[in-house]
């Protein structure tokens, strides 16, 4: 009887079984890239002013964050390498709009340099009108100015403030 089992489970295992097979070839995936280039400055640009007096701006200056990369962005700006005594009583001030349109419509940030110190302080540049991203090809103008606050005083004077600005650019999560 344990023989007649035996046999019949291997017979089971032996038995036939239909199938079929096909195949999808070809399977590829290209990243995309981003690429951002800071260019078209004014006469102001990068901000180098001398002379200035406690309450007074800088005269403005424009540049344009351009996406030559084949993806959409969003760009963000942060300022780094700040050395100076007066860094801590100077203001920024951040604006963009419409390339050959009202270009300075919309306030991005207005306040003190220190504020936007490192990536973790980034202010974002895209987001609002005129573009929700930088879509490839495409330019955002940044204006800036920047003034020596009220606060200073007169320990103040002959005293320098340096920075460097950076823009990064990021692809817009899907």
């Known amino acids: 009887m344990i ?20 195949e999808i070839e070809g399977n590829t995936i290209a990243t ?6 800071v260019h078209n400055f004014s006469e102001n640009k990068p901000i180098n002013t001398s002379l200035l007096v406690p309450g007074e701006w800088t005269p403005w200056g424009r540049a344009e964050a351009y996406n030559t990369g084949n993806v959409p962005v969003q760009v963000y700006m942060y300022v780094d390498n700040v050395e100076g005594v007066v860094c801590g009583k100077t203001n920024l ?8 349109g009202d270009e300075k419509v919309r306030e ?9 110190v490192g990536p973790e302080n980034r202010e974002e540049i895209t987001g ?3 573009f929700d991203q ?8 940044v204006w800036q100015r920047a003034q020596l606050d009220d606060s200073a005083d007169s320990g103040d ?18």
């Open 157 to 174: 004077q002959g005293e320098v403030c340096s920075w460097r600005e950076v823009f990064v650019a990021e692809n817009v999560a899907p």
């Open 93 to 100: 001030e951040l604006r963009t709009g419409w390339a050959g």
């Open 3 to 22: 023989v007649a089992a035996v046999s019949v489970v291997a017979g089971a295992t032996v038995a036939g079984v239909f199938s079929s097979q096909d």
């Open 134 to 141: 930088l879509n490839p090809n495409w330019s955002q103008v």
């Open 128 to 130: 609002n009108p005129p």
């Open 32 to 37: 995309g890239s981003v690429n951002l280039v």
């Open 108 to 116: 991005i940030y207005n306040g003190p340099l220190m504020d936007l």
